[in-house]
């Protein structure tokens, strides 16, 4: 894996720590949610000079099924070697609560996760640092191991740093984000619920820094996950029986996930996003990119899209997914994978059926191998 181990943005091979140490922390660490707190980050969450561009959250990749809670802050070397090491910095006072050790890779290369407790309601939280400052480093765990820690933080130091990489994101538990309809369907990750756009938390100069390093124009720049809207097909869904987010097996949690949602990018394009397609974790275009699933509800009967593949776009011109682009357009190409079919039966229970490279034409409706899905 060495250098090249943090791709998540590019390919389906991700990796991924759900379910272990550290990663309930800021759940049992955090204040009642109707407190309110007001704090402003001076220092960017990473060296902003060596960033390519920022990748909002959103995105839906690979066993990433629904939209994802952290943005990608990549390197300009992400290409190269990756011998480019960016700083990762503490953006406010504040104290480490949490250290995982995710992994191992060469005399250079470690692989992080840690949150920052800033205020009793709000948290930063880094995933693929590469290295910690020699200060936080002696309170690591070993390979594969986690850590509860107090380790107090001063706005602007340096905490480690990176290569390629980095995930980020922030949690405030005075924020309860509406488009998550049944938050009960994630207790597994209860700050999910509480993930907002990251770039509101920034001083005016840093926040503009960001929002030009961002591949994202509209509104919230930042990123945005949840798109659920109640008795419409748009949104996060999971099968019946499966523990909502959760899933049956935190081995691959994600097979009975399901999104019909947007790109993070280019919010107007159609993403369907499957847990279990021919047995992988799948995302499609919608051929034709219609219709738009906040308009679909219990009243618009089966709803028949046709799976294709689609990529992003510069004007005319592929985008070299090394460079900041502006306005970038997601492009459905021509080449078909299959049908699905949706069906609302109730305001929160869909019915839905998978043919994997069958014809438009050759779909009529359901058989009796269809799966039902709620929030």
Same mark, same amino acid.
């Given at each position: 894996?060495?250098?090249?181990?943090?791709?998540?943005?590019?390919?389906?091979?991700?990796?991924?720590?759900?379910?272990?140490?550290?990663?309930?922390?800021?759940?049992?660490?955090?204040?009642?949610?109707?407190?309110?707190?007001?704090?402003?980050?001076?220092?960017?969450?990473?060296?902003?000079?060596?960033?390519?561009?920022?990748?909002?959250?959103?995105?839906?990749?690979?066993?990433?099924?629904?939209?994802?809670?952290?943005?990608?802050?990549?390197?300009?070397?992400?290409?190269?070697?990756?011998?480019?090491?960016?700083?990762?910095?503490?953006?406010?006072?504040?104290?480490?609560?949490?250290?995982?050790?995710?992994?191992?890779?060469?005399?250079?290369?470690?692989?992080? %996760?840690?949150?920052?407790?800033?205020?009793?309601?709000?948290?930063?939280?880094?995933?693929?640092?590469?290295?910690?400052?020699?200060?936080?480093?002696? *309170?690591?765990?070993?390979?594969?191991?986690?850590?509860?820690?107090?380790?107090?933080?001063?706005?602007?130091?340096?905490?480690?740093?990176?290569?390629?990489?980095?995930?980020?994101?922030?949690?405030?538990?005075?924020?309860?984000?509406?488009?998550?309809?049944? =938050?009960?369907?994630?207790?597994?990750?209860?700050?999910?619920?509480?993930? =907002?756009?990251?770039?509101?938390?920034?001083?005016?100069?840093?926040?503009?820094?960001?929002?030009?390093?961002?591949?994202?124009?509209?509104?919230?720049?930042?990123?945005?996950?949840?798109?659920?809207?109640?008795?419409?097909?748009?949104?996060?869904?999971?099968?019946?029986?499966?523990?909502?987010?959760?899933?049956?097996?935190?081995?691959?949690?994600?097979?009975?996930?399901?999104?019909?949602? *947007?790109?993070?990018?280019? =919010?107007?394009?159609?993403?369907?996003?499957?847990?279990?397609?021919?047995?992988?974790? %799948?995302?499609?275009?919608?051929?034709?990119?219609?219709?738009?699933?906040?308009?679909?509800?219990?009243?618009?009967?089966?709803?028949?899209?046709?799976?294709?593949? *689609?990529?992003?776009?510069?004007?005319?011109?592929?985008?070299?997914?090394?460079?900041?682009?502006?306005?970038?357009?997601?492009?459905?190409?021509?080449?078909?994978?299959?049908?699905?079919?949706?069906?609302?039966?109730?305001?929160?229970?869909?019915?839905?059926?998978?043919?994997?490279?069958?014809?438009?034409?050759?779909?009529?409706?359901?058989?009796?191998?269809?799966?039902?899905?709620? %929030?």
């Amino acid at each position: 894996m060495g250098k090249h181990k943090k791709i998540q943005f590019f390919t389906f091979i991700l990796i991924f720590t759900l379910f272990t140490g550290c990663t309930d922390t800021i759940s049992q660490n955090k204040k009642d949610s109707s407190y309110n707190e007001k704090l402003i980050f001076n220092y960017p969450p990473v060296d902003l000079n060596k960033v390519a561009f920022i990748e909002p959250m959103g995105s839906m990749i690979g066993n990433h099924v629904t939209p994802i809670d952290h943005q990608y802050y990549i390197s300009k070397d992400f290409f190269g070697n990756q011998e480019l090491k960016i700083d990762v910095y503490s953006p406010a006072d504040g104290e480490i609560i949490c250290i995982q050790h995710m992994g191992s890779f060469d005399s250079s290369m470690d692989d992080y %996760r840690f949150e920052i407790k800033h205020t009793d309601s709000i948290f930063s939280v880094y995933i693929h640092v590469d290295k910690l400052s020699e200060r936080i480093a002696k *309170y690591a765990p070993p390979n594969g191991g986690y850590v509860n820690v107090n380790i107090p933080v001063s706005a602007g130091e340096t905490i480690g740093n990176y290569s390629g990489s980095v995930d980020y994101n922030v949690v405030d538990y005075n924020i309860t984000l509406t488009g998550f309809i049944n =938050p009960e369907s994630y207790q597994v990750e209860p700050w999910k619920i509480h993930t =907002p756009d990251p770039f509101d938390y920034f001083n005016d100069s840093i926040k503009k820094n960001l929002i030009d390093k961002c591949l994202r124009s509209a509104d919230p720049i930042g990123g945005k996950i949840d798109h659920d809207i109640d008795g419409r097909l748009v949104g996060n869904w999971f099968k019946e029986g499966t523990n909502g987010y959760g899933g049956i097996n935190p081995d691959n949690y994600w097979v009975g996930h399901l999104a019909i949602s *947007y790109s993070s990018i280019d =919010p107007g394009h159609i993403i369907v996003s499957f847990g279990s397609f021919k047995d992988e974790p %799948r995302q499609f275009g919608v051929k034709n990119n219609t219709p738009n699933p906040s308009n679909v509800n219990i009243e618009s009967g089966v709803i028949k899209y046709e799976l294709v593949d *689609y990529d992003f776009y510069n004007g005319s011109i592929r985008w070299d997914r090394a460079s900041l682009v502006k306005g970038l357009e997601l492009k459905n190409y021509n080449f078909s994978h299959g049908i699905v079919l949706f069906q609302l039966i109730e305001e929160r229970k869909l019915k839905v059926e998978i043919f994997p490279d069958s014809a438009f034409e050759e779909i009529n409706g359901f058989t009796d191998n269809f799966s039902l899905f709620v %929030r």
